[in-house]
Nanobody
Framework: VQLQASGGGLVQAGDSLRLACVAS????????MAWFRQAPGKEREFVML???????VSEDSVKGRFTISRDNAKKTVYLQMTSLKPEDTAVYYC????????????????????WGQGTKVTVSS
């Protein structure tokens, strides 16, 4: 499975942006799909996750601002980001995990099977 993330860019605080991650190969519907981000000088951190059944979990700082969705027919997972803040500036990565679990757990980063190359989001103040 290969993951291709896109949609990043330079925006102003308060703006919105939608990221997309397209998968090729594999059976997309079997995967839990997640977004992570890595800010300059910081470790990569979890953002949001959508399970194969459509349920999702999110990191506290993005609740109410970010939404994750998936289109299994298009093998694509989206991250809709609104009310962006300068602290959202990071490289955003998508990841896929082949799992049947849908119980609101956040999986360890090293448990994901595939990673995309990242797309850069810069939010200016």
């Amino acid at each position: 499975v290969q993951l291709q993330a896109s949609g990043g860019g330079l925006v102003q605080a308060g703006d919105s942006l939608r990221l997309a991650c397209v998968a090729s190969g594999g059976t997309f519907s079997r995967y839990a799909m997640a977004w992570f981000r890595q800010a300059p000088g910081k470790e990569r951190e979890f953002v949001m996750l959508i399970y194969r059944n459509g349920g999702s979990v999110s990191e506290d700082s993005v609740k109410g601002r970010f939404t994750i969705s998936r289109d299994n027919a298009k093998k694509t997972v989206y991250l809709q980001m609104t009310s962006l803040k300068p602290e959202d500036t990071a490289v955003y990565y998508c990841a896929a995990k082949n799992t049947i679990l849908t119980d609101n757990r956040v999986f360890p980063q090293n448990s994901y099977d595939y990673w995309g190359q990242g797309t850069k989001v810069t939010v200016s103040s």
